[in-house]
């Protein structure tokens, strides 16, 4: 249900599994984290999450599967640590990675857009995080992951009452960064402008944002990096930096 493909350093995992609105079965979480090892071998610079099925995001994990654990108790304990597997390989690449949301995106969806850096909704996102629903919990890593975007308030909000917000409601609470039109096409021109930026600075501030234990270090050694000495000749003659590898 998921298919990758690349425009030199932009690369693309795409939601596609259009019939059961993108929801993920158990047996999918691991092909997701193939996927997304299979980008982090790569030299892809910005990584771009998007859906092939018009009008939903992600579902979020598959009901059908999820009622199979009432009478498996193993398979619940695979399924959180499948999920956090994936979920976490997302959230710890190190290139720039981009939620591209044209449609709803919803329970286990959400998790995979907070495990991302930057959320972009389009025109008719919705949001809508629901174990609250159906009796059942969010994993504590992605709650923490909610908690830290928007504020506990509006995480008990969201949480609680399994409410579904809409584009402009989830720019005010800091769910996404960006509301528009397209958000696939949004994200393709951010995408575009941060590989023009050296891939040196975008992969350390990515982990100065993630709390690097020693970010002096990285600011002293940049100076003495090939990106910098680009950027340092490129300023001088009045031109574009070339960072390509």
Known sequence: MFEIDSMGPIARISFAR????????IDQWPVLREAIDAIAATDARVLILRSTTKGIFCAGADIGDLSTLQQRPAERTRLRELMHGAIEALAALPIATIAAVDGGCYGAGVAIALACDIRIAGA????????AKIGILYPASDVARLKALVGPGHAAWLLYSAMTVETNEALAIGLVEQSVRSAEAAAMALAQQIVANSPTSVAGLKRILGGDSDPDSMFDDAFGGADFTEGAVAFRERRKPDFRR
């Open 18 to 25: 259009g019939k059961t609105r993108n929801a993920i079965p």
């Open 124 to 131: 008719k996102a919705a949001f809508g995080i629901t174990p």
